[in-house]
């Protein structure tokens, strides 16, 4: 999404400067509007790690866990916690690799929780792992977002996201549904990938179509003000 809302800003303005917010994994200035558009890597949105038995791990070795990924549920990843202070907009996603088996193999490495420095006991299942995330996430970006800043959610799946959102001043981008009839946009072995690649997505594509929603929804929005 983040490099085709690039090129189309490009085709309205093409003296634009590489510049990178704190943490950001890529960034570019467009000189004559003095705007600023940033792409913030993250998995899980959570600060998380690789994690094995110690001398401090007591409850979670006594249930047999050896080794794992520690996923603090209300502590931001590094590479965007300073991004609510610095954008007016910011649309946030995840969900791909929660359910990751390459990744967070459920057997050999599980994912396991931790609230306030301490393991959730006993261990929960990613999707309620993801729902504890989202709401120590939203709470965070509520509190250090700018004043007016416009905040978006895009959906993985909309059920993922739809509690842990109520009553928040997130707005929902849902892609999912017009996303479901498109998996052919994917890079894929039959355009010459090594390997299928359901993460990513040819461009121009679909993609494209997620930033008109966006658009329409930001229309929509200074209607509205």
């Not at 094995?52 to 006594?62: I, Q």
């Not at 520690?70 to 202070?85: F, L, M, N, Q, S």
Request: proline fraction near 6%; charge should be neutral.
């Amino acid at each position: 999404m983040f490099v085709s809302l690039f090129c189309a800003l490009k085709r309205v303005s093409s003296e634009v400067k590489k510049w990178r917010p704190v943490g950001a994994d890529r960034g570019f200035t467009f000189v004559n509007y003095n705007l600023t558009i940033a792409y913030h890597r993250t998995s899980l949105l959570a600060h998380y790690g690789r994690w094995s038995a110690g001398s401090d791990s007591g409850a979670l070795e006594s249930l047999g866990y050896k080794e794992g990924y520690r996923i603090d549920v209300d502590i931001p990843e590094g590479t965007w916690v300073e991004a609510p202070k610095f954008h007016d907009i910011l649309i946030f996603n995840t969900g791909h690799c929660w359910w990751a088996p390459s990744k967070f193999d459920p057997m050999k490495l599980p994912m396991l929780f931790f609230e306030k420095g301490v393991p959730v006991i006993h261990p929960i299942a990613p999707d309620a792992g993801l729902d504890m995330v989202l709401r120590h996430m939203v709470s965070f970006v509520e509190k250090n977002a700018r004043p007016g800043a416009i905040l978006f959610f895009r959906t993985q799946s909309p059920r993922h996201f739809e509690g842990a959102l109520k009553d928040s001043n997130f707005r929902i981008l849902d892609t999912t549904h017009m996303s479901e009839f498109r998996a052919d946009v994917h890079p894929s072995t039959a355009g010459g990938k090594r390997h299928d690649d359901c993460m990513h997505w040819c461009l121009p594509s679909l993609t494209d179509t997620w930033n008109d929603l966006f658009m329409a929804h930001l229309n929509s929005i200074r209607v509205r003000n």
